[in-house]
C-alpha cells in the first residue's frame, strides 16, 4: 500500500539522521493499524530500537514524532506510549484503497514470499476403502495452502500418493475373492471396494485364519501371480476412479500420482546403497535397519526379515524422484499428526544418507477430525465417509435454500453442494492446523454463525446491492467517510499482510479469521449505511464492489467458490 510506502520511508530517513539503519520493508512489515481507529491509521512499535537508541521506547517514539514532523507532511502524527501513530487523511485513505482493489481485481492480496518450486502432497489415500472425513480436512488444508503459495509467488506442483500395495489391500481383495462372486459395482466404486474391506473386518471374527490368507496374497503379488495382479488391477481401478469423482466435486486436481506400487521395489535399492555406505545395518535375522537412539529415536526397520519393504522404504525413495525430477525448493507432505514421528524418521535418514534436499521437507501436520457424540463411526464400525458427509450437508444447505426460496431443482442441486462445500472447508480451516476437532454439520451450515455460509451471505448481499444499482459506473467521489465504512476500508486493506502472514506460517486459519471479520464488518456497514440514493452514493457503492473483490480473492485462497445469490 502506497501509505504504508510512504510511512516507511519517512522513518527510515528519521531513523538515518539517528545513524541507525533499517529496512524498509522490514518497517512496512512492523505498520500494523492501532487496536482504535481513534488511534490513528497505522502504528509503528518502537521496541525493537531501544538497543540502538540506548533508550525506552517511550521516548523513542517522542524523538521520532518530533523529527519526523519537522521533515514530513503526514496529516498527524502521535507519540502513544511505545508506539508511534499516523494519521491520514480519511477520504485519502479511502480512495486509494477502492483503487487499489479494483484495479487490482483478482490479483488484489498478493505478494512475495518467494520460496521457488514447492510440491504438496495431498491426501495420499490407501485404496483399500473410500475417503473419510479426516481426508476432508487434509484436501481443504492442502489445496488452500497451495493457492496461498501461489499468491505469493511460488510455483506449486500439486502431488498425490496412491497406497496401493500391501497386506491392507489384500484384505479387500481376499474378501472380494471369497465373496464377491465377479460382481460388478452396483454404486460409487471406491465405495464398493470399501464395502469388501469392511467385510473382510466381519469374517475375520469369525475366522482368524483369513489373517495368513491375506499374507499369502501379498506374497503372491509381490511375485507377479497373473490372477492376483489381474484383481488387484480391477480393485485399484475402482478405487481410484471413485477417488476422482470426490476430488472433482471437492475442487482439487492434482499434477502428478505416484502409486507405491510401482516405488516399493525401488526404495529397496535406497537401504541396500545404505547399507553399504553403513548408515544402516543388519540385524541377525536378515531386517535392515537404523538405530536412530543416538537422536533419542528408536530403531527403525526399513526392510523386514523376509525382504518385504515397509511403509518407509517407498518413501526414502519417493523424496529422492520428487525432487529429482522436479528440482524443488520445498516439499511439504500434508499428513495427520498421528504420522510425525514417520516423518521425522524418514526425514532425519534422508539427512544422514546426504541428500541434501532433505532440509527442503515439511511435515505439514493436521489434528483428527472427530464427530460430534454417538456419531464417531458409522453403523458397519468404519470411519465416516467423506462423500456420505459432504451429501449430508448439502442436503442440510437445500433444507435452508428452500425455507428461503422457490428454485428449480437443478439450481438447488448446485447451489446446495457450493454452501455444503463452503461449510466444510470453512470449518476445517478455521481452527488452528494441529488441532483436533469436532466437525458438527448441522453447526457448519448455519447461515448465522462462524460459518461459511455466513461468510457466502454476506457475498451475495453485497451483490443484490450491486444489482440494484444497475451496476451503473460509479465514479469515486468521497465527501466524508464515517466510521462503518472506515471500519471496512481498514479490514480490507489488510488482507495483502494477511495473506502474507498465512502463506509464512503455511497457515489458512489468518485468512479464514479474516474473511469473517470481513463478512461482520460489512455486515455492521450494511445495516448502518443506506447505499443506493444516499448522499454518499458513489463511495458506499465503490466500497461495496470492493468488498466483493477482496472477500472473493480470500475465499479463493480457501478454496471456497462465492455465489451471487443465496
Ligand atoms: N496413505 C497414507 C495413509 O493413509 C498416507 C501417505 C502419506 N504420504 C507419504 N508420502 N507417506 O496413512
Not at 530517513?13 to 505498520?31: G, M, R, S
Not at 516439499?331 to 539427512?351: A, D, P, T
Request: proline residues 3%.
Amino acid at each position: 500500500m502506497q501509505f504504508k510506502k510512504e510511512i516507511a520511508e519517512a522513518i527510515k530517513e528519521t531513523l538515518k539522521q539517528f545513524k541507525v539503519k533499517t529496512d524498509k520493508t522490514k518497517i512496512e512489515a512492523e505498520l500494523k493499524p492501532p487496536p482504535a481507529p481513534a488511534l490513528g491509521d497505522f502504528a509503528f512499535p518502537c521496541f525493537s530500537l531501544a538497543k540502538s537508541f540506548k533508550k525506552n521506547p517511550t521516548d523513542i517514539a517522542k524523538l521520532l514524532r518530533d523529527a519526523i514532523r519537522k521533515t514530513k507532511n503526514f496529516d498527524k502524527i502521535d507519540a502513544s506510549g511505545p508506539y508511534l501513530n499516523f494519521f491520514i487523511e480519511k477520504t485519502r485513505l479511502a480512495a486509494e484503497t477502492i483503487k487499489q482493489v479494483l484495479k487490482e481485481k483478482q490479483k488484489y492480496g498478493r505478494g512475495q514470499n518467494k520460496i521457488g518450486r514447492v510440491m504438496i502432497e495431498f491426501p495420499s489415500p490407501n485404496t483399500n476403502k473410500p475417503l473419510h472425513l479426516g481426508h476432508l480436512r487434509n484436501m481443504a488444508i492442502g489445496e488452500s495452502v497451495a493457492r496461498l503459495l501461489e499468491a505469493t509467488d511460488n510455483k506449486v506442483i500439486r502431488a498425490n500418493l496412491n497406497n496401493d500395495r500391501g497386506v491392507h489391500i489384500c484384505k479387500s481383495m481376499l474378501a472380494y475373492q471369497k465373496f464377491g462372486r465377479n460382481k460388478k459395482p452396483d454404486k460409487k466404486t471406491d465405495h464398493f471396494v470399501g464395502d469388501y474391506y469392511v467385510r473382510f473386518a466381519k469374517e475375520l471374527e469369525k475366522n482368524s485364519k483369513l489373517q495368513d490368507e491375506t499374507q499369502a496374497l501379498l506374497v503372491k503379488w509381490e511375485n507377479g501371480d497373473k490372477k492376483t495382479i489381474a484383481l488387484w488391477k480391477k480393485m485399484t481401478a475402482w478405487a481410484i476412479d471413485g477417488f476422482k469423482e470426490t476430488y472433482k466435486t471437492f475442487g482439487i486436481k492434482h499434477d502428478i500420482t505416484y502409486f507405491e506400487s510401482s516405488l516399493y521395489d525401488k526404495g529397496r535399492n535406497i537401504v541396500n546403497d545404505g547399507l553399504k555406505k553403513g548408515v544402516f545395518q543388519k540385524r541377525a535375522d536378515g531386517a535392515i535397519l537404523i538405530d536412530l537412539t543416538k537422536d533419542g529415536l528408536d530403531e527403525k526397520i526399513l526392510l523386514r526379515a523376509d525382504g518385504t519393504a515397509v511403509y518407509i522404504t517407498q518413501d526414502l525413495y519417493l523424496a529422492k524422484l520428487k525432487n529429482d525430477k522436479f528440482n524443488l525448493d520445498g516439499s511439504i507432505y500434508v499428513v495427520g499428526s498421528e504420522q510425525e514421528y514417520h516423518f521425522k524418521v524418514l526425514f532425519l535418514i534422508l539427512r544422514k544418507l546426504g541428500f541434501k534436499f532433505a532440509k527442503n521437507l515439511k511435515h505439514l501436520s493436521y489434528g483428527m477430525v472427530m464427530l460430534p457424540e454417538g456419531r464417531m463411526k458409522s453403523r458397519e464400525g468404519t470411519v465416516v465417509d467423506a462423500d456420505d458427509l459432504i451429501e449430508e450437508v448439502r442436503q442440510l444447505a437445500e433444507k435452508e435454500l428452500t425455507k428461503r426460496y422457490h428454485l428449480p431443482t437443478k439450481e438447488l442441486k448446485s447451489r446446495g453442494l457450493k454452501i455444503a462445500l463452503a461449510a466444510i472447508k470453512y470449518h476445517f480451516l478455521r481452527p488452528d492446523v494441529g488441532k483436533t476437532i469436532t466437525f458438527n454439520p448441522k453447526e457448519s451450515i448455519s447461515f448465522d454463525g462462524n460459518t461459511g455460509p455466513y461468510i457466502l451471505y454476506a457475498y451475495a448481499r453485497a451483490g443484490s446491492i450491486i444489482k440494484k444499482s444497475n451496476r451503473r459506473i460509479a465514479v469515486l467521489k468521497i465527501f466524508s467517510v464515517n466510521q462503518e465504512e472506515r471500519n471496512l476500508i481498514n479490514k480490507i486493506s489488510e488482507l495483502p499482510q494477511t495473506v502474507l502472514a498465512g502463506a509464512r506460517e503455511y497457515n489458512s486459519a489468518p485468512i479464514a479469521n479474516y474473511v469473517f471479520d470481513l463478512a461482520q464488518i460489512f455486515n455492521a456497514f450494511y445495516h448502518q449505511c443506506p447505499v443506493i440514493g444516499s448522499d454518499n452514493e458513489s463511495l458506499r457503492l465503490n466500497l461495496t464492489n470492493a468488498f466483493r473483490q477482496t472477500l472473493k480473492n480470500a475465499l479463493y485462497l480457501l478454496g471456497i467458490e462465492t455465489i451471487e445469490e443465496m
